[in-house]
């Protein structure tokens, strides 16, 4: 059974720092990339991060200089690190992974094969 599972969402005040974990299970995660993409109240999903299996990274302009994504392939876990927090940063975060070999694209949701269910970060001003 596949299983993406975030943790580490919370409340903030701005200018804090997050750190998210996503566990995947139930797959060959070492074929997979993985991304992070995350859906404010009224608004579309987007991606945030993602990294590929050989650990390319790409993150989204608007975090660049803030969020870093990174992977323990041991622990089959992907991880988010978000300093310097806003509150245009709360959102639900929710975890993805997409098969490398098929051409999937770990920026793009709906190429994703897998979700988690997401954890909410709420960042106070």
């Known amino acids: 059974q596949v299983q993406l599972v975030e943790s580490g969402g919370g409340s903030v005040q701005t200018g804090g720092s997050l750190r998210l974990s996503c566990a995947a299970s139930?797959?060959?995660?070492?074929?997979?990339?993985m991304g992070w993409f995350r859906q404010a109240p009224g608004k579309e999903r987007e991606a945030v991060a993602g990294?590929?299996?050989?650990?390319?990274?790409s993150v989204a302009e608007s975090v660049k200089s803030r969020f870093t994504i990174s992977q323990d392939n041991a622990k089959n876990t992907v991880y988010l690190q978000m300093n310097s927090l806003k509150p245009e940063d709360t959102a639900v975060y929710y975890c993805?992974?997409?098969?490398?070999?098929?051409?999937?694209?770990?920026?793009?949701?709906?190429?994703?094969?897998?979700w988690g269910k997401g954890t909410l970060v709420v960042i106070s001003s």
């Open positions: 993805a992974a997409v098969l490398e070999e098929a051409g999937g694209n770990c920026l793009v949701a709906p190429s994703m094969d897998y």
């Open positions: 139930g797959f060959v995660y070492a074929t997979y990339s």
């Open positions: 990294t590929t299996t050989d650990g390319r990274t």
